[in-house]
């Protein structure tokens, strides 16, 4: 019986829960046998990653989540296949993983000069794990010292635009990192892209940019997603010859409703993306 796939998944080198090694065990455990870790903005995490998967008998694809700016809005793109060593895109990594440590500083500035929190102490915190700090580490240290309930809480009252924490980052723009990105992958997988607050339109202009900036294929399965959205994708990536791609997400053991390796099969006239990251 071929085993299950998963091509979208975080550790502690950036906002998952578990470390590398560890997120394997657990794939392994849930019967995955092709495997991407692709942690925002960082391949750190890949090596002992790779290296567990050998010892479960899992095909590894090293991979990276990149943030973007596209209209003004954060685009994630996922490069898998990456070409950790040769990578174009190293300049790129360090100077959004620059931008994200100062981004978590200014946030707690913004709650100690707004909200009159430990702002410095919620900031410290969040940036202990030594990983690319995201806001999700910020809202782990806000539930951790009381101020949410949990991390969806925290981004509800603290984190989110309109809401005294919020500070907006300048990704870099899509139509330059992801050429970047193309040249250092085997593929470029538009993420979660049903879940960006763009119109039908603008979703069609940014799959259309996508595509001409030599992006491969779009995220059609993923847990939570609708039927319409899974029709929705499945249409444009056809309109588009883009492949398919499907992954989890996957950051915490703790959100049972979004196990690695579960969702639906790709839509009929889709290409698997995996056919463009198999070993040459
Ligand atoms: P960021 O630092 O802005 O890249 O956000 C880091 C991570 O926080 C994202 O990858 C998600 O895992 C999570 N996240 C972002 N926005 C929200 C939100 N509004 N609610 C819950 N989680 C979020
Ligand atoms: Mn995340
Ligand atoms: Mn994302
Ligand atoms: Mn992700």
């Given at each position: 019986m071929p085993g299950l796939i998963d091509l979208h998944t975080h550790s502690n080198r950036s906002d998952g829960v578990l470390g590398p090694g560890a997120l394997v065990a657990r794939a392994a455990e849930r019967g995955v046998t092709l495997l991407a870790l692709t942690d925002h903005d960082t391949v750190d995490g890949c090596a002992e990653a790779q290296a567990a998967?050998?010892?479960?008998?899992?095909?590894?694809?090293?991979?990276?989540?990149?943030s973007t700016r596209w209209r003004g809005q954060a685009i994630h793109v996922v490069g898998?296949?990456?070409?950790?060593?040769a990578t174009g895109i190293a300049a790129q990594i360090d100077d959004v993983t620059r931008r994200r440590r100062e981004r978590v500083l200014a946030i707690g500035e913004r709650l100690a000069t707004r909200s009159r929190l430990p702002g410095r102490d919620i900031a410290a915190r969040a940036l202990e794990g030594g990983g690319v700090p995201t806001r999700m580490h910020l809202a782990r240290s806000l539930v951790a010292l009381g101020y949410a309930d949990d991390t969806q809480h925290a981004f509800d009252r603290w984190l989110n635009r309109d809401r005294p924490g919020h500070?907006?980052?300048?990704?870099?723009?899509?139509?330059?990192?992801?050429?970047?990105?193309?040249?250092?992958?085997?593929?470029?997988?538009?993420?979660?892209?049903?879940?960006?607050?763009?119109?039908?339109?603008?979703?069609?202009?940014?799959?259309t940019d996508f595509t001409a900036g030599g992006g491969s294929a779009l995220e059609v399965s993923m847990a939570g997603m609708s039927p319409g959205d899974h029709d929705r994708l499945a249409s444009l990536a056809r309109r588009?010859?883009?492949?398919?791609?499907?992954?989890?997400?996957?950051?915490?053991?703790?959100?049972?409703?979004?196990?690695?390796?579960r969702f639906a099969k790709l839509p009929d006239g889709i290409a698997p993306v995996t056919e463009r990251i198999a070993d040459s």
């Amino acid at each position: 019986m071929p085993g299950l796939i998963d091509l979208h998944t975080h550790s502690n080198r950036s906002d998952g829960v578990l470390g590398p090694g560890a997120l394997v065990a657990r794939a392994a455990e849930r019967g995955v046998t092709l495997l991407a870790l692709t942690d925002h903005d960082t391949v750190d995490g890949c090596a002992e990653a790779q290296a567990a998967c050998v010892g479960f008998g899992i095909r590894f694809v090293p991979g990276i989540e990149i943030s973007t700016r596209w209209r003004g809005q954060a685009i994630h793109v996922v490069g898998l296949g990456v070409d950790a060593v040769a990578t174009g895109i190293a300049a790129q990594i360090d100077d959004v993983t620059r931008r994200r440590r100062e981004r978590v500083l200014a946030i707690g500035e913004r709650l100690a000069t707004r909200s009159r929190l430990p702002g410095r102490d919620i900031a410290a915190r969040a940036l202990e794990g030594g990983g690319v700090p995201t806001r999700m580490h910020l809202a782990r240290s806000l539930v951790a010292l009381g101020y949410a309930d949990d991390t969806q809480h925290a981004f509800d009252r603290w984190l989110n635009r309109d809401r005294p924490g919020h500070v907006p980052v300048e990704w870099p723009e899509l139509d330059t990192a992801l050429p970047r990105l193309v040249e250092s992958c085997r593929a470029t997988v538009l993420a979660h892209p049903h879940r960006y607050r763009l119109s039908g339109g603008a979703l069609r202009q940014l799959v259309t940019d996508f595509t001409a900036g030599g992006g491969s294929a779009l995220e059609v399965s993923m847990a939570g997603m609708s039927p319409g959205d899974h029709d929705r994708l499945a249409s444009l990536a056809r309109r588009h010859a883009l492949a398919g791609s499907a992954g989890s997400d996957f950051h915490d053991p703790a959100v049972p409703w979004n196990p690695l390796g579960r969702f639906a099969k790709l839509p009929d006239g889709i290409a698997p993306v995996t056919e463009r990251i198999a070993d040459s």
